[in-house]
């Protein structure tokens, strides 16, 4: 995909051929690998609590945020109507933070001591098991 891309401005199916020309160069292995790291990036954005070398990794990788941007876009823009096998489905949901989480796997990331506050909060990333029981009742 080239830097200046718009999207109005290019057909879906060159769009298609810039993906799959990108997911050839990658391989299999390191796509899914950074696709799982993407995952818990965006995990942790939404909770704001990415570990500066979590931060650092991704922004090595993704050097141009708004070039990320507009190929996150894109390619969910492909996948919308495709139909994904249960492995698939599966995959999607893998998320880990590069270089190792603060819950250390344990689902709960511990909090500043402050008065009246909670000393650890959920992991975005290793809680959602957690999160998943509780809201069905199992916890
Ligand atoms: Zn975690």
Redesign the pocket.
């Given at each position: 995909m080239p830097n200046r891309f718009r999207a109005a401005s290019v057909e879906a199916t060159q769009v298609a051929a810039w993906i799959v020309q990108g997911a050839e160069r990658l391989g299999a292995e390191e796509l899914r690998r950074q696709a799982v790291f993407s995952y818990?990036q965006r995990l942790?954005e939404m909770s704001a609590r990415v570990p500066v070398h979590a931060q650092a990794a991704h922004e090595q990788r993704f050097p141009r945020a708004g070039r990320l941007d507009q190929a996150e876009r894109a390619a969910a823009g492909s996948t919308v109507w495709a139909r994904l096998s249960a492995s698939a489905l599966a995959r999607n949901a893998d998320a880990e933070?590069e270089g190792g989480?603060?819950?250390?796997?344990?689902?709960?990331?511990a909090m500043p001591p402050l008065p009246e506050a909670p000393d650890a909060m959920t992991?975005?990333?290793?809680?959602r098991e957690t999160v998943r029981r509780h809201r069905g009742g199992a916890a």
């Open positions: 818990g942790m933070v989480c603060p819950c250390g796997g344990g689902g709960w990331i992991c975005p990333v290793h809680g």
